[in-house]
Antibody, heavy 122, light 108 residues
Framework: QVQLVESGGGVVHPGRSLRLSCAASGFTFSTYVMVWVRQAPGKGLEWVALITPDGSIKSYGDSVKGRFTVSRDNSKDTLYLHMDSLRPEDTAVYFC???????????????WGPGTLVTVSS | DIQMTQSPSTLSASVGDRVTITCRVSQSVSLWLAWYQQRPGKAPKLLIHKASTLQSGVPSRFSGSGSGTEFTLTISSLQPEDFATYYCQQYSGFSLYTFGPGTRLEIK
């Protein structure tokens, strides 16, 4: 069965960097668009980043553009989110998700990990 | 940027009620609209995609309709497990993934 498990969250000072990982299993990772979505405490869902199956196309939400980088290692079935210049407003649970259909970005997010909490605080 | 609104932001209802949540999008997204349910402390769950296609395993009391810029999610007869927060999301392109602000469905 499809499984996604995020890791790498924790407490970090403002201005510092952090890398999140999402380990995937139960499907052919290299054929699916993957996304990162975050949720600040008590707030709604916010799309963060998307990456195509081969990693050639990446896109970002406006609030993280220029600071966050999404990548993937298809040989390790792992998705990453490298976060630089972290701000207190980046504090959130970060979810990775797989879209429903292979090879297309025009597909809803069907499978989700449980999320990992990132807290940016001095 | 595409803007999304949901109404109402909070909905109070009772078990057995029929409820409808509306999602409006600032520009046409054709049918590329999904609905998610999220319970506290859990990841979102996909209920409906392509505006009206029920995801496998989701009870038939959930239904979606609409196209272009206005969409609705209807729950025909509320069950206790349906009290949660609901989000719409448009997914019409690489840089065009946006969630609505959410509708909290609470027990009256």
């Amino acid at each position: 069965q499809v499984q996604l498990v995020e890791s790498g969250g924790g407490v970090v000072h403002p201005g510092r960097s952090l890398r999140l990982s999402c380990a995937a299993s139960g499907f052919t990772f290299s054929t699916y668009v993957m996304v990162w979505v975050r949720q600040a405490p008590g707030k709604g869902l916010e799309w963060v980043a998307l990456i195509t199956p081969d990693g050639s196309i990446k896109s970002y939400g406006d609030s993280v553009k220029g600071r966050f980088t999404v990548s993937r290692d298809n040989s390790k079935d792992t998705l990453y989110l490298h976060m630089d210049s972290l701000r207190p407003e980046d504090t959130a649970v970060y979810f990775c998700a797989r879209v429903d259909e292979p090879w297309t970005s025009i597909s809803a997010a069907l499978y989700w990990g449980p999320g990992t909490l990132v807290t940016v605080s001095s | 940027d595409i803007q999304m609104t949901q109404s109402p932001s909070t909905l109070s209802a009772s078990v057995g009620d029929r409820v409808t949540i509306t999602c409006r999008v600032s520009q046409s997204v054709s049918l590329w609209l999904a609905w998610y349910q999220q319970r506290p402390g859990k990841a979102p769950k996909l209920l409906i995609h392509k505006a009206s296609t029920l995801q496998s395993g989701v009870p038939s009391r959930f239904s979606g309709s609409g196209s272009g810029t206005e969409f609705t999610l209807t729950i025909s007869s509320l069950q206790p497990e349906d009290f949660a927060t609901y989000y719409c999301q448009q997914y019409s392109g690489f840089s065009l993934y946006t969630f609505g602000p959410g509708t909290r469905l609470e027990i009256k």
